[in-house]
């Protein structure tokens, strides 16, 4: 199965079952949103022409990806490109396996995890959350926010999605004006290196992946849209 990422998502649906099914989800985020105390956000209309819907790398892209991110906040280096087990990474596993460095978590009472400062300079908002499913939502907040109700479990800020991938982008040293889209994006996920000098080629999937979700996180913002997995 592959995995879609989306920005306005409601702008994709013709059934109307389909669009209550995403109507009561996103209206969960408001409320758990509400409820770890954070600024009212509401689902805007979008217009088709300003909406996203991407393929990702399948799933194991955002492993590929997250891995990367762990071992930087762990080194502060680059480790060497991931593999097709990138998703057993044992420092991986071990973040998965662990609450993020700062977060809300909202259930019967609304309980605070971590702190600020253990959270700074890591990729809380990219690490912790659903490789399926889930939003993120464009408001700048630290903690990433855990809610029994919502879909996918973890709800996170596209802002620090954002910042996060930018770190990251420019450790893998892509070029500022790269098209996500481009040929040379697609084929250096696939190992086809066309330019040995350009570094960010052997981190293909990582790169593909990172370029993705910086559009998608940038276009949540500029339209005040969930960026959404499905």
Known sequence: MGLDV????LTYLDDEEGIDHYRGELAMV?????AAGLPAWHEPAVDPAGAFEEQMYGYSGLHYLRRLAV?????GVLPPPGGEDASHDPLLLQA???DPSHAVVVADTVTVVGSPEAAR?????????S????YYVPLDFQPVIIGERVVGDYLGS????????????????LPDDLDPWSDAVCDAAEGDVSDPSAGWQRYGVESF??????AAARTSIRTGAALTFA
């Open 131 to 134: 490789d399926a499913e889930g």
């Open 30 to 34: 408001t409320a758990t949103l509400k």
């Open 158 to 173: 596209s802002h620090r999605l954002l910042d996060e991938c930018l770190r990251l982008a420019r450790l893998l040293e």
């Open 71 to 75: 071992h930087v906040a762990a080194t």
């Open 6 to 9: 989306f920005v306005g998502i």
């Open 96 to 98: 998965y396996e662990g």
């Open 121 to 129: 300079g890591g990729f809380d908002h990219l690490v912790h959350h």
């Open 209 to 214: 992946t990172c370029l993705r979700l910086i």
